[in-house]
């Protein structure tokens, strides 16, 4: 079984930023695409950022030139850099990886960007 456990959510004023974590278990971490989701209130989930196993990135519109997604594979984390955040980024991230057509997430971290 996999686990997900995201760390680094607070409040910041818009401008600021935050450096979200994702602890994943187990010893295959360095084969998952990891994404890194959104949940605003009365919105629906959205994805915010991925990279594969080799690296490769994709981000959001709303999010790009802004927020950086990487991966520590010895550490088993993946982080999403938040930089210049904006209220509109306040939501709980969450992040994920499927895994035999399963998906994974964590319990997600709160983000709360003031105005």
């Known amino acids: 079984q996999v686990q997900l456990v995201e760390s680094g959510g607070d409040l910041v004023q818009a401008g600021g930023s935050l450096r979200l974590s994702c602890a994943v278990s187990?010893?295959?971490?360095?084969?998952?695409?990891m994404r890194w989701h959104r949940q605003a209130p009365g919105k629906q989930r959205e994805l915010v950022a991925s990279?594969?196993?080799?690296?490769?990135?994709n981000y959001a519109d709303s999010v790009k030139g802004r927020f950086t997604i990487s991966r520590n594979n010895a550490k088993n984390t993946v982080y999403l850099q938040m930089n210049s955040l904006k209220a509109e980024d306040t939501a709980v991230y969450y992040c994920?990886?499927?895994?035999?057509?399963?998906?994974?997430w964590g319990q997600g971290t709160q983000v709360t960007v003031s105005s």
């Open positions: 187990g010893s295959m971490f360095r084969i998952y695409t």
């Open positions: 990279i594969t196993s080799g690296g490769s990135t």
């Open positions: 994920n990886l499927d895994m035999l057509s399963s998906g994974y």
